[in-house]
């Protein structure tokens, strides 16, 4: 006969092995390395909050990266998986680093009132302010300190960390990443953060544009080494004093950061890159800005973080990004560049086709959704006319089934018609690049235009493949003198603390019972 300690010994035993497999694919999840979006709000027609969320959503979004606080878009992110890094805009630094209630104030308006069922992870403190707003940088340090000191006040120092986004500049001689180094004048500033960030678990916060350094240093750096390109061992850089092969301009910019702060003696602070991307449009002195090259960096970015191969000093240890940016900026000021960064037009349509295929689908992907190629609204009728003459013409677009008496012929206007034929021509050149244009009349969009019996072609190309969503909860494992920071979510901690002291309380009991 069994005997019931045994039984219960058993059943413990079997309860500690659940609890650590449980914890350990949880420590798995968060230290994930992930791929978020920043959002802007410099757009003409952007979505309402809600229709901002769902969007998100559809689009299997799970990190974003606001500019601030807006109380709209953090409402309506209640009880969603979306994490968020909330901002506190360069103009309200002074009052913040200059008042302890006021920090206190705000993380209660801005963080504990939405917390926990708004996954508020982490407040983004300025911006670039060492470099672009210099006369602010003694407040920075006690801006972060109020704000940490605040979260520790409210109990959510453990959820929320607190840093602060820096430009790349404030690292000189970045290639080879072995010699580069903090600029020695904001020393005084740049160590007592670094301090800050290893004391709070808190990563270090860049904005790393590798289209800026290629466009300042085309004669030295390869476009193709830029967009992540697969290149020959004899193509790539290499850093003459360590011998690492640097592949790509990002890794080589996170490298460099990683030696900068090994020069003082800071080894385990993680870098978190806060902005990255690559304009799809620019002017005629911004002949790389091309919807051909926005395509290929980031669909390489995404690959690559997913992939989660590291750096070449650091491969156990792939830093997070966020794209910059959703939705192009249409009200930004000039360059022109400046209005397409986004993945996204203001009205959700996709400006272009990420291309993720072997990782699953994420955001635009034409694998994440079905798009279609339609007539924008407002466009010129004439230029809509000619754009559809020459879709059914030279482009060899079907338009057999927009004739008069045929199943998409009603209803008979130039903007139906028009639609009709260039998503047949977008889907006859496999939704390529550029394909979906037309002189600027027409627009991607993921919602089929198809009605009643009138069939576009997109929806008859539609294969019955299932639809695939990237998991971007991989592990992630740190290095020796790196720590991952992860954000755990309150559901997790609140898992993790019952079984834990479940644990304690009744296992020394259980113990004493069988002896």
Known sequence: MINSSHLIFSFSLILILAFTQHHAAISDQTNAPFVG??????VSNLLPAPDLVNFLKNQKITHIRLYDANPDILRALSGTDIHVTISVPNNQLLAIGSSNATASSWIRKNVAAFRPATRISAVSVGDEVLTTLPSAAPLLLPALLSLHAALVESNLHKDVVVSTPHSAS????????????????????????LHFLSQTNSPLMLNLYPYYVFMQNKNLVPLDNTL?????????????????????????M?????????????????VLVTETGWPSKGDSKEPYATLSNAVTFNSNLIKHVLDRSGTPLHPETTSSVYIYELFNED??????????????YGNATPAYLLRVSGVGAFLASDNANQTYCV?????????????????CGPGRANCSE????????????????????????????????????????AMITTTDPSRGSCIFPGSRSLSNKTKQVVNITHSSNAGDNLRLRAFRSIETSAIYDILQNYLVAVFPLLLLFVL
């Open 331 to 344: 009200l930004r000021s000039p360059p022109l560049s400046e209005a397409y960064w986004g993945l996204f």
């Open 170 to 193: 404030i690292i000189l001689n970045p290639f080879p990443p072995s010699q580069a180094f903090f600029n020695q004048t904001l020393e005084t500033f740049i160590l007592p953060l």
């Open 228 to 252: 992540f390109k697969t290149l020959p061992a004899s193509k790539q850089m290499v850093d003459p004093n360590t011998l690492l092969h640097y592949t790509n301009l990002l890794d080589a």
């Open 402 to 441: 927009i004739q008069p008496g045929e199943s998409c012929f009603q209803p008979n206007n130039v903007k139906n018609h028009a639609s009709y034929a260039f998503d047949s021509y977008y889907q006859s050149q496999g939704k390529s690049p550029g394909s979906c244009d037309f002189k600027g009349v």
């Open 375 to 391: 007539a924008g609204d407002g466009v010129d009728l004439k230029v809509l006319q000619a754009a559809l003459d020459w879709a």
């Open 37 to 42: 979006v920043n959002i802007g709000t410099d």
């Open 254 to 270: 996170i490298d460099a950061a990683y030696f900068s702060m090994k020069n003082l003696n800071v080894s385990d602070v993680v």
